[in-house]
């Protein structure tokens, strides 16, 4: 029997994607969810997935890119006040040219998870990035260090996958080395990755996660971006939450799990 740990990136984004999420963890169709806790929304929403029980991992999403075109002053905590998001594309050539703002970037990520903290009761049981911003240069050091400052049982999620896709290509190798920096640190991060996928209109999400299953050879965290559909610019992968969504609450996947001998749970090292 093979292993699949499903994790929902985005919760508390915006009050439709975690609708979404919330459905699927009270079917039990989660094992894991990355929750934005720098969103207006999230001090309403922590508490709803909190109610659900402990049948999900909940994580910090770490976020540099996303804005809300919202104050932030609801979730402020130890007195920090929100920062601008940050263009994906100049932030990777910032990271791989070594001039990102280290002192920026930790003061973030410690809003971030005291904000977790602060509305969840806890600290996260894992660590990833919006839009893999944690695995990049300096910013993986960071990371690693305030998590395991911060929470020394806490996982980090690897986003090394496999595949010829281009966003895979790029990732791999941005990412590169980010496993042993975890390891040599202690910590413990998934050993297998998988998820990516096109955000085209009509995209086949349910043929997708079927050919997916077909190839995991062994304990994999798959990530996904569910939710209710709504028109909300700000989201540009918005139109396919709702066919994720659909799927996973289907029997339809629940067959195709048994189909492919895979079982939810078990991605971590």
Known sequence: MKRLTL???DFAQSPAISAGILQLVAAGRLQAVSCLTDSPHWPDAAPRLKALGPGHQAGLHFNLTHGYGTTLAKCRVADLPPEPAQALGPLIVR?????????????RFIQQWQLFEAHYGQAPAFVDGHQHVHALPLIRRIVIEETRQRNPSAWLRVPFASGLMPKVLVMRALSGGFATSVRNAGLASNARFAGFRPFLPGFDFARFFRNLLTTINGPTLVMCHPGLAVDDPADPIGPGRQAELDYFLS???TADLAAANVRPGGCVA
Request: proline content about 0%; glycine content about 0%.
């Open 251 to 253: 029997d339809q996947f």
């Open 95 to 107: 990271a791989l040219v070594h001039q990102l703002d280290a002192a920026a970037i930790r003061r």
């Open 7 to 9: 994790c929902a990136d």
